[in-house]
């Protein structure tokens, strides 16, 4: 990250991650680069097992033993204090980890039940985080920012006196939102933070996401399955399969015509609000067993658009036209004996949910 890209937060490059060691090692994550600035939204989307998840852990060095981060380089810049300062993030030391956690990046988990302590009160949880990496503020200065930090998220100041199994599961989730901001950093990253939660309650904390990001002015790295949400959040989107990025774009662009047939796929997965109703369709299969990929195009066993290039030669991720657009896909390639499968046109219909 040079000393010109001011606007950036985040630099990742040629990143990848193995679960194991040596000749048992299993690549999860593999050559994934990628920039992000601020006040923007990253979208990161794909099926159970793509390696959103692994990807997120490994930047943060939140990784579980057997996974190793086996190359690549992370890049932070830092903010307030240390505003202009670089942090390797792979390089640095655990003291290091500690004071920017929270502080510069913070992550929401899937499962804010879990995530919160059943033995202690809402209160103590936000009294504990701003007393650790805040020794200047008093106790009653704690208590009236977590109020301030729960008034954001539409959360009322009683909710600090309540446990855990008290709250409601949007309400919880809140309170985890809140917590992530509680030290204002400027990269937020969540990991399927609405998957357990009606449509409903998913619109709302969208919605509020949106709103936050605007006010507040973090970057965001959003990660789910469903891409009707990153629509409504994302300024990009990039969809993993099989641990590596097989496309990302815009998200209105990639909303109006997916160029891979794995993201048309997830996109066909999900209606559109007007127009006649079509006969939902999945894909078919799969993911593939990372110990034993398959040759070629790790989507080939699944593609009804796959020709014989793509059962023995990986597609390299590829800039596509204008616009920041790439796909790894050997569809674009100008002796592809197919033509790119684009199914889904949506010029006139607005995206879902109208929250962008």
Not at 321 to 349: F, K, M, N, Q, T
Request: proline content about 7%; overall charge negative.
């Amino acid at each position: 990250m040079s000393s010109s890209d001011t606007h950036l937060v985040l630099q990742v490059s040629n990143f990848s991650v193995d679960y194991g060691y040596a000749d048992e090692a299993v690549r999860a994550v593999t050559d994934v680069s990628f920039s992000l600035g601020r006040s923007r939204v990253l979208g990161v989307a794909g099926e159970s097992g793509s390696g959103k998840s692994t990807l997120v852990y490994g930047l943060t060095r939140l990784l579980r033993a057997p996974g190793v981060i086996s190359a690549g380089d992370v890049t932070l810049r830092l903010s307030g204090a240390r505003e202009g300062e670089t942090i390797d993030l792979l390089a640095a030391s655990e003291d290091e980890l500690r004071a920017i956690r929270w502080s510069e990046i913070s992550i929401v988990m899937q499962s804010a039940l879990n995530a919160l302590n059943p033995l202690h009160k809402i209160g103590k949880e936000f009294d504990e985080v701003l007393r650790v990496h805040d020794a200047s503020l008093s106790k009653p200065q704690r208590r009236e920012r977590a109020e301030e930090l729960l008034a954001l998220v539409g959360l009322q100041p009683d909710r600090l006196q309540r446990y855990p199994h008290e709250l409601s599961g949007g309400q919880r989730q809140r309170v985890m939102i809140a917590l992530a901001l509680a030290l204002r950093p400027q990269l937020v990253i969540m990991d399927e933070p609405t998957t357990a939660l009606d449509v409903v309650t998913q619109r709302e904390i969208v919605s509020e996401l949106h709103d936050l990001r605007e006010r507040l002015g973090f970057a965001l790295i959003f990660i789910t399955h469903d891409l009707s949400l990153l629509v409504e959040l994302a300024d990009e989107i990039m969809v993993m399969y099989a641990g590596r990025i097989v496309e990302r774009a815009p998200a209105l662009d990639l909303y109006r015509a997916p160029r891979h047939p794995y993201t048309l796929g997830l996109m066909e997965s999900f209606p559109p609000l007007t127009g006649e109703r079509v006969a939902m369709t999945g894909i078919p299969g799969s993911p593939p067993n990372l110990k034993t990929p398959p040759a070629g195009c790790p989507f080939n066993p699944r593609c009804a658009h796959a020709h014989d290039r793509c059962l023995s030669e990986m597609p390299p991720l590829s800039d596509i036209g204008d616009g920041g657009r790439s796909v790894a896909c050997w569809l674009h390639d100008p002796a592809s004996p197919l033509e790119v499968p684009v199914s889904l046109s949506r010029p006139g219909e607005s995206t879902p949910g109208g929250v962008k």
